[in-house]
Structures are given as C-alpha cells and as structure tokens.
C-alpha cells in the first residue's frame, strides 16, 4: 500500500497569504495525485488531477505541482473561502489512498 | 447535473449487515466506474471499493475484503454496498464517488451515515 504523508497537519494563515501544502508518497506514483477540499459539513471537492491539472472551475489561484514521490499544492493568495481540509490522493496503485489532510486556519 | 444520492445508513449493532444504495442522474450510469469512499467522524478519507461500469472488475480495500461487496444495477442507475459483519471500526459517513478519468473522484455525493454500536 502507498501511504501519503501530508505535511504539516494544521497551518495558520492570513487572508491574502501564499500557502504551500505537501503530500509524499512512500513509493513513486507518477503523476497520479489529485487535491481535495472539503469545508465544514460539506462533501469533498476535486481542486487538481494529474498533480498538475486544475478541475472545471477551480480558481487560478490553486496550482498543483510534483512527480513520483514529492508533490505539491500551492494557494497564491488565501481567500477566506479557502479555509478548510485539503487531501492529497494518490491512484497510481490500488488501494488507492488519501493523506491524513492539511487544516487550513485563520490566525 | 450529475447527482448522486446515497441512503440506507442508520444504527446497526456490531455483527449485523447493512445495505447502502447511491442513485445516480445526470449522466449515463452504465457508462462509469463508480467508487464507495467513507469517512469516520472527525478524521480522513479512506476509500473503500471500486466497481467497473460492466461490474467486471471489483477492488476492495483490505479493511474490508471479504465483509463487504459492491454491485450495481445499470438498469437502475443504482451503486450498492452490501456490508456485513460490522464492526465499531466501520462507523463513517459513506459517499458514492463517480470514477473519471484522468480526474478520478470528480464528482462525490453528500453522503450517508453508518454508526456500529451496541
């Protein structure tokens, strides 16, 4: 199983902010990563497919990066809307699995 | 609009089975893989089955080969999840989740709740 190890747990930011968030995959995965947000109550939302590709919709502000084991989901300018739960996943292999999540918070 | 509408959730004493629907609209059922995801109260995603749109092919995850299965009624553009021998451990909000392609989990119902206890 490909564990993703998503660094750090929690992170304080303030409007208007660049955020970076990591997820790493114990073993490469290519390409195969995707990005989920979930606020509060709500079902999860896809940001990033293809570690790289931005879903229908997503605001240009949210930019994936990475390949094999390092990747990378990176906020340019935190938008209070943007607070929430991010998940990396990784599909390269079945089963497929999430990170533990990264809670975005206001200072 | 694609949606997709879990139920069949509830309170379930530990050993008992559970059956959970997802109906999906909005799109061509047949034409789709589909996944069931759950959550556990105040902690992660963990997926849990995938079932090819044919049915052909059917993953599980190890926490629950051999309790769970998963099928699907094309006819009825309806995704299953059979669950038995349940355990505290199974306690979570389950989702439905379309399998696309590159995207993966693009579109995810709202989920329904399945507590263990005694």
């Known amino acids: 199983e490909t564990v993703m190890t998503q660094s750090p747990t929690s992170m304080s930011t303030s409007i208007g902010e660049r955020v970076t968030l990591n997820c790493k995959a114990s073993q490469s995965v290519g390409i195969n990563v995707d990005w989920y947000q979930q606020t509060p109550g709500q079902s999860p939302k896809l940001l990033i497919y293809g570690a790289s590709n931005r879903h229908t919709g997503v605001p240009d502000r949210f930019t994936g990066s990475g390949f094999g084991r390092d990747f990378t989901l990176t906020i340019s300018n935190m938008e209070a809307e943007d607070l929430a739960v991010y998940y990396c996943l990784q599909y390269g292999s079945i089963p497929y699995t999430f990170g533990a999540g990264t809670k975005l918070e206001l200072k | 609009e694609v949606q997709l509408v879990e139920s069949g959730g509830g309170l379930v004493q530990p050993g008992r089975s559970l059956k959970l629907s997802c109906v999906a609209s909005g799109f061509t059922f047949s034409n789709y893989g589909m996944n069931w995801i759950r959550q556990a109260p105040g902690k992660g995603l963990e997926w849990v089955a995938y079932i090819s749109s044919g049915s052909s092919y059917i993953y599980y995850a190890e926490t629950v080969k051999g309790r769970f299965t998963i099928s699907r009624d094309n006819a009825k553009n309806t995704l299953y999840l059979q669950m038995t021998s349940l355990r505290s451990e199974d306690t979570a909000l389950y989702y439905c989740?379309?399998?696309?392609?590159?995207?993966?989990?693009?579109?995810w119902g709202q989920g329904t709740l399945v507590t263990v206890s005694s």
């Open positions: 989740a379309r399998h696309d392609y590159p995207e993966w989990f693009a579109y």
